[in-house]
């Protein structure tokens, strides 16, 4: 299986990811980034746009920190049939969304931070960790 098709199986199991009403899937780094070869899959609009190699480096940075027990990728869109488009990452951590936000490097901040889930938007089944709470980090 190429890494597109494990990817594309895998966004499409709760239905259509661009209709609205589709729960949106929320991936592990490694289910986003690995075979991902196509950048503005992420951070489309920072200048320079990171590659999804540098963006991984990143996201698994602040995974490993002592604060934080996951780091998922929210699929926003796959209307590219190269691979699906995402605009949010979600860290499940102690820490505050403005501590969050300092986490990342000035060209690749997020345009906004915020705690708990986004009202009005369904999300695949996801137990958020014992004494951690999600923050989203979403790029414009």
Known sequence: MTPLERITERVRRNGDVDDAATPRPLLTLA?????????????????????????????QRIAARPDVADVRVQV??????????????????????????????E????????????????????SVPKGKHPVACWWD
């Open 31 to 59: 289910e986003f980034f690995e075979g991902n070869e196509v950048t503005g899959s992420m951070g489309c609009n920072l200048t320079p746009t990171p590659t999804p190699s540098e963006m991984y480096s990143i996201l």
């Open 76 to 105: 926003t869109m796959f209307d590219d049939p190269e691979w699906p488009f995402s605009d949010t990452v979600w860290v499940m951590t102690s820490a505050s969304p403005e501590a969050v936000s300092e986490w990342f490097e």
């Open 107 to 126: 060209d690749v901040r997020p345009d906004e931070c915020w705690q708990g889930w986004t009202d009005g938007v369904s999300f695949e089944p996801y």
